[in-house]
């Protein structure tokens, strides 16, 4: 297994959050870099390839990563750095998004297909699935890395431009995957369809495994061979802040598991005690405020 870092291909923005207080937070996040700060509070090497803009907002996200010892290889951003408000409903997150984050984009050039080509793992998460010419970009790039690409498809209402188009491109994808993690909001946005009936569909495809994640009822792990883990949320101290990030939490903590074992787990109790420690991590990191991944104190990085 190679030493260079996990590669995370897809989103970097800032979250401006609107409470219901009327107050205003604002905190750098995207799914994909949530996912590989994750990673690297995890012990995993990683870098992020993410549209940056030459903004105050895209400094800001340089810094943050930079902090937090992620590498990242900025595309250009035409129209500047995106930007996610949202509002928060029974304490769920909705969004908006700017031009920047309706138009983002990645170029596929020598030092982003570098990284790809010597990654141990490749994680994509919410990436312009429905625009035909980037995820044709993004499936050569990652051509030689069927055993090691891992997507969440992590669609949003207001960023797609064509569901249909992103839903055939996952389902073209499903049988080149490692991993496949979709969510409940996530299969009925995009095959209108219960959890459980979109992992089955995803695994006819043949995608070699789903992660399917339903919110407060915790997660679950398919294969072709059945379901191999399913564990509730776990329970800790203290009242739950803020579900943003949980689901990126839980895949950043399954691909650690993943990355440590250089395969996935073998048996349905490895991927039991996977699934438990990325539960853990999920509550965690919903008992603060933004997406960043907390780990309970009892459950360092293993």
Sequence with gaps: MTDAPLAVVGDALIDEIHHEDGSVAEFVGGAALNVAVGLSILGIPTTLIAMVGDDADGDRIREYLSGRGVGLIGTPAPYGSSRGISTRVNGEPRYVFNAAAQNR????????????????????????????????????????????????????????????????????????????????EDSALLYDLPLESATAHLLNLGAGCVLATAGAEGASVHTPHGTMAREPIAELPGPIVDTMGAGDATLAAVVADIVRRGHLPADAAAWSAALRHAMLIAAATCRGTGALLRVPRENSPR
């Design 105 to 184: 984009a990645i170029e596929f050039g020598a030092e982003v297909r570098a990284a790809i080509d010597a990654a141990p793992y490749v994680v994509t998460s919410c990436f312009p699935f429905d625009d035909a010419a980037q995820t044709a970009a993004l499936r050569a790039a990652v051509a030689r890395s069927a055993e090691r690409f891992i997507v969440d498809p992590n669609p949003r209402t207001s960023m797609m431009h064509d569901t249909g188009a992103f839903r055939a491109a996952i389902d073209d994808l499903a049988a080149d995957t490692l991993l496949l993690k979709i969510g409940e």
